[in-house]
């Protein structure tokens, strides 16, 4: 029976050795924004298969676990990231790229073949932010901290991902210290919600604390902006602001979300809290008096 479904998986997915073979991969990238200055930061590169359908990241990596090579694909993944990233004419800002915690049993081998790619590119370390989940989640903490420490080595960034889910982010910031966290979507679906809203608040307070910038993901509505800006995020990424696409969108021009509406409007349009020191303190607010 098991190997039935095995079987059955394998066939399903044919598609994706098809894909490997002749190398049809794609890094696209979605746009991830300062709010606080109106401004593209950069970019999060994500793996897509275009074919007679699009087929995202879940969806690949689900196929790779079927056919059990999931870490070889992971790092061939983020050297597609870093070769797609280089070739984007015009300052894409800094480049996030994922990576599975799983891969990393051994991060000069697992790195190298994005490193070699950086090394033949015109990005420098610098450049680049590889962001993994948060240990709690997969239970790979010595992983994620031997990673952290080779990444700090080579010059490169060092990102959190799904912060907030396990208690051992707020850890894990104390401690590694890393360039961004970007907070699980879940709280920032329900930041509504006052538990939620005191996780981010918390995330925001020790990333502030220890040089780490908290980024919100997922951010699909003008509302989810307000709920943010109150609890202290700045920088956010999400289909509000562009969806993933195969050109970065340029640096350092005014952010329009695709409701049509620039940040500087969307503050005017929310006004300033009384009950927020956080929002008056924004630079957004700045020229808005």
Not at 275 to 280: C, E, K, M, T
């Amino acid at each position: 029976m098991l190997c039935e479904i095995s079987n059955d998986c394998e066939s399903k997915t044919a598609w994706f050795t098809r894909a490997l073979a002749k190398d049809r991969f794609e890094t696209w990238f979605q746009p991830v924004v300062d709010t606080s200055v109106h401004r593209i930061l950069g970019h999060e590169c994500l793996i897509r298969h275009c074919d007679e359908e699009i087929r995202d990241g879940a969806e690949i990596f689900e196929a790779a676990r079927a056919h059990s090579v999931v870490p070889v694909f992971d790092w061939r993944a983020m050297a597609l990231a870093v070769r797609s990233a280089s070739l984007q004419t015009g300052s894409g800002g800094v480049f996030f790229v994922n990576v599975l915690p799983g891969s990393m049993a051994d991060p000069a081998i697992a790195m190298h073949p994005a490193l070699e790619a950086l090394s033949s590119s015109s990005l420098k370390p610098r450049d680049l932010v590889f962001e993994t989940v948060d240990a709690g989640l997969t239970g790979n903490s010595d992983r994620l901290r031997a990673l952290h420490d080779y990444l700090r080595k080579h010059g490169c960034g060092f990102g959190l991902d799904n912060a907030g889910v396990t208690g051992t982010a707020f850890e894990l910031i104390r401690d590694l210290r890393p360039d961004y966290v970007k907070i699980d979507r879940n709280l920032i679906w329900n930041a509504e919600q006052p538990a939620c809203a005191a996780t981010i608040r918390k995330i925001v307070e020790l990333a502030d604390r220890y040089g780490s910038e908290a980024i919100a993901v997922g951010v699909e509505r003008p509302r989810m902006v307000e709920n943010l800006w109150l609890l202290g995020v700045k920088i956010m990424q999400g289909y509000l602001f562009g969806r993933p696409s195969r050109r970065v969108a340029r640096s350092g021009v005014p952010i329009v979300s695709s409701a049509g509406m620039d940040l500087a409007n969307l503050a005017r349009a929310i006004g300033p809290s009384p009950q927020s020191s956080v929002l008056h303190q924004s630079p957004l607010f700045a020229d808005l008096n």
